[in-house]
């Protein structure tokens, strides 16, 4: 290598080492455009499964796609807003019988580790915590898209998460094991950049 070629190299590195990381973006639940779900699934008695959700949450992503690894994830659920389409059962879901909605208004993710995997696979574990007890839950997560918005061109991302839990580890043990302890949680989201 010649003088000026190292000079050359030199100084193309000096810049390019100066220059700082891409730093992790911040995506915001599109809650204004109704374009997020948290629902769950329970074996109602052995013979069905009984689907609801929650109409009300919130959260944000902080996507990091050079490293996905450091990515995290905040989620918070309004536990009042509980639905699954029968007034009765949802009145009983808001009682200290389960989500006990008067004492333990939210239910919260926030997550601890992501483990990125192929294809936009990842999986995503932090503390759920819900009725006051926190507990470290893994769910399987998939990056759906990331891009501009078809119709304002304005930059959104959309995933999709499963993952299934024992309500009695929170203590929500109520008909148990007619009703069933495993939970299947679904979570779909889409998020605006920030």
Same mark, same amino acid.
């Given at each position: ?27 915001? #639940? ?7 779900? &948290? ?6 008695? !052995?013979?069905? @499964? $009984?689907? =609801? ?28 807003s509980v639905n699954t389409h029968h007034a009765q059962r949802d009145g009983h879901l808001k009682s200290p019988d ?10 919260? #993710? ?7 995997? &192929? ?6 574990? !932090?503390?759920? @915590? $819900?009725? =006051? ?62």
């Amino acid at each position: 290598m010649n003088r000026i070629t190292a000079l050359i190299l030199g100084a193309f590195l000096a810049v390019a080492t100066s220059l700082p990381a891409k730093a992790a973006e911040t995506y915001a #639940f599109d809650v204004a455009g109704a374009h997020v779900y &948290a629902g769950f699934q329970i074996s109602h008695l !052995g013979f069905s @499964t $009984m689907h =609801g959700r929650f109409d009300k949450l919130d959260g944000s992503i902080q996507y990091d796609a050079a490293n996905p690894s450091a990515s995290k994830v905040n989620v918070v659920i309004q536990t009042a807003s509980v639905n699954t389409h029968h007034a009765q059962r949802d009145g009983h879901l808001k009682s200290p019988d389960f989500f006990n909605a008067g004492e333990f208004p939210e239910i919260t #993710f926030v997550s601890t580790k992501v483990t990125p995997g &192929a294809d936009g696979l990842a999986k995503v574990t !932090g503390d759920l @915590t $819900m009725l =006051g007890v926190t507990k470290s839950v893994t769910l399987d997560a998939k990056l759906i898209n990331v891009g501009p918005h078809p119709f304002n061109k304005k930059p959104i991302a959309a995933w999709s998460a499963r993952g299934t839990i024992k309500r009695s580890d929170f203590g929500i043990k109520y008909g148990l094991p007619v009703i069933g302890d495993e939970v299947t949680l679904l979570l779909d989201i889409e998020a605006n950049k920030q």
